[in-house]
């Protein structure tokens, strides 16, 4: 891609002309602080980003850019508020619970009463590699807010092909990573991981639990070079990969840019972009007349049933049952059958969105 093309596939920042009109009080605290000063606020006055995820970690990262002052913020989230949901996502209360409401369309309201000069735009969907193009439209920035890693590769893949900056972020129990990622010229997440870890080896906060102050410090994170890239001040990103385990107080900065620089990543040294071409994405079956769904993982896989049955076993309504052909749990208000190949049917839904949530909950992304 030229130099002119990728200027035109991702916006830099710019400085608006009705600066002079504008009242800027409300964020003259954050204008003092001098490296960001006047311009710094003026340009994230102007800027646009999408939150893909409205969890826990975009809880934290939509009130932090919000209050800070971004022009336009897209959030998307196929999930409801739940009440299990309150002890870590910190835009959502009771009322928003019983209220029954889309955690987009909860966190739109909620933010709007904390500075009504943000256009905060919900849409409640699921991201895949159909819809990622027209959804992250405009933005000069994407915000990795969710909980598998599937969804994580399609928006690296996305990033890096139209040069859009973006931000990954996850935690799990006590431990949590972020990292900043400007395509070609820093490690993009395929260059960190060129593939997910086995589902079995990869915990979700439904499996190991999370706590709250977790969640919090990657977003700050998170937030933090996001306003170090929206304010258009890129040479200070912190372009190493943060990991913390926030129970035992270890924080290791890791630096990733010689094995970048000599690194033959598939994605941003390859141009090859297989998640948004949709080669491992997750199929689903609805299994007509019988309450269920059949989820075939987005890649090859081969589960280890005694690791995956010692991880749900804490969860699970009843001992997980297993044999060297399927392995059978049920949690919540589903059954699950999980097949080697990662196959699985997922019992006490129709809906495909639901499964694929209830599957990567449970089994990984
Ligand atoms: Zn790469």
Not at 150 to 174: F, H, M, Q
Not at 218 to 225: C, G, L, P, T
Not at 237 to 254: E, M, P, Q, Y
Request: include cysteine; glycine fraction near 8%; aromatic fraction near 6%.
């Amino acid at each position: 891609m030229d130099g002119a093309r990728r200027a035109e596939a991702c916006p830099a920042p710019r400085r608006p002309r009705s600066s002079l009109v504008k009242d800027l009080s409300r964020y003259s605290r954050q204008m003092l602080f001098q490296p960001f000063g006047r311009e710094g606020q003026e340009r994230l006055l102007a800027a646009r980003a999408v939150l893909v995820g409205c969890g826990a970690l975009g809880s934290v990262l939509a009130n932090t850019l919000v209050r800070a002052g971004l022009g336009h913020l897209r959030i998307i989230d196929r999930d409801l508020v739940e009440m299990h949901n309150l002890h870590r996502q910190m835009l959502f209360d009771e009322a928003d619970v019983r209220s029954d409401l889309p955690k987009a369309e909860a966190a739109r309201r909620k933010l709007r009463r904390i500075n009504r000069e943000v256009t905060v735009e919900p849409i409640v969907d699921d991201v895949n590699h159909r819809n990622i193009d027209d959804l992250v439209e405009g933005a000069a920035l994407i915000l990795d807010a969710t909980d598998n890693f599937e969804t994580r590769y399609l928006i690296n893949d996305l990033a890096v092909k139209t040069n859009r900056p973006w931000i990954y972020g996850a935690c799990v129990g006590s431990t949590g990573m972020a990292l900043p990622i400007l395509p070609h010229e820093t490690p993009c997440l395929r260059c960190v991981f060129e593939e997910a870890p086995p589902a079995e080896l990869n915990p979700t906060c439904e499996m190991a639990g999370i706590l709250g102050p977790v969640v919090a410090r990657v977003a700050a994170h998170q937030a933090m070079e996001a306003m170090k890239i929206l304010a258009g001040r890129r040479e200070v990103v912190d372009r190493r990969l943060l990991t913390f385990d926030a129970w035992t107080g270890r924080t290791s900065h890791i630096a990733m840019q010689k094995a970048f620089d000599a690194g033959n990543c598939p994605c941003c040294k390859g141009g090859q972009y297989e998640f948004l071409e949709g080669k491992f994405a997750g199929r689903t079956v609805t299994l007509c007349g019988r309450n269920a769904v059949q989820v075939f993982p987005g890649r090859a896989m081969l589960v280890d049933f005694a690791v995956l049955a010692d991880r749900l076993r804490p969860i699970a309504r009843a001992e997980p049952r297993f044999n060297p052909l399927l392995l059978k749990v049920a949690i919540d208000d589903y059954e699950l059958t999980v097949f080697p190949d990662g196959r699985a049917l997922v019992r006490g839904t129709s809906k495909p969105e639901e499964a694929r949530a209830a599957y990567a909950r449970y089994i990984g992304a």
